[in-house]
């Protein structure tokens, strides 16, 4: 909880310092990327972040202290917009048009799906066994996919009305599932609701937001949820009944990705108005 890494239009990544809130909190800057950054993660236990290039298909593992290139790998997505990581640090998922693991240490990658679809959302159930994924398909209905990654096999689809957004809830969901705590946000507007994957069973509606919705993701004790949206807003609500507790504001164009601190008191956000807000 002590980094925030952030990754850009401008090739880059960046490392900030969560205990200086000024200009000197950019401690580095992760170069070598040929285009834009979309996403960029932490692989758990470890120094070590993982930026994703938009333009150049490629993944980039780097000391996040030092700045050291530790290896590079080929995406197989076309363009990489979305990366997870599993509890253990073992493997990365990346969607793009399509969906594909990436082993961690030797770069090898295996391909699972979704080609042609354009993913959404990825995450790893929390026993790691499992990837679940989002992608549109046409103009109205979202498909949602689990897999699982020992067999690289699809073990259920389901398709939704409305844009579907995929995260996982720590400490196994709000009841504890065997899924590892996913659930599926179905996003129609004033009319959205968040299900439960394991058990199909609709656990709130919510009111939403007047723009497509880009991030949903959990507070860690799972009482929160929040939602970036590109109306230029973070929603925050309740998970067990969906009202709404803070709207926050700031950003002057759409937010793309919002996370909440690993105590659950601060947010971070990022927007296309190339800042971050905490």
Known sequence: GRWLASASDDATVRMWNLSRIDSQAAFGVLNGHHGGVYEVTFVPGSNTVVSAGWS???????????????????GTVGNIERIACSPDGRRLAIGGYGLSLIAVESGA???LGHAGDRVRSLVFSGDGMQVVSTATRGARNGIVRAWDITAFSMIEER??????????CPGGGLHGSGAGGIYIAVLRGPD?????WAT?????????HAGKVERIRFSPDGARFLTAAHDKTIGVWDTRTGVQL????GHTEKVYDAIFSPDGTRI????????LRI
């Open 159 to 168: 398709v939704f009305e409305g844009d579907v957004l995929a995260a996982v």
């Open 109 to 111: 990658s295996t391909a």
């Open 192 to 196: 959205s609701r968040l299900v439960d």
């Open 56 to 74: 150049d298909h490629t993944l980039r593992f780097c000391d996040a202290v030092s700045g050291e290139l530790l290896r590079t790998a080929e």
């Open 200 to 208: 199909r069973e609709e656990v709130c509606r919510f009111a939403g």
């Open 246 to 249: 803070a709207v926050l504001r």
């Open 268 to 275: 971070a956000s990022a927007s296309n108005d190339n800042t």
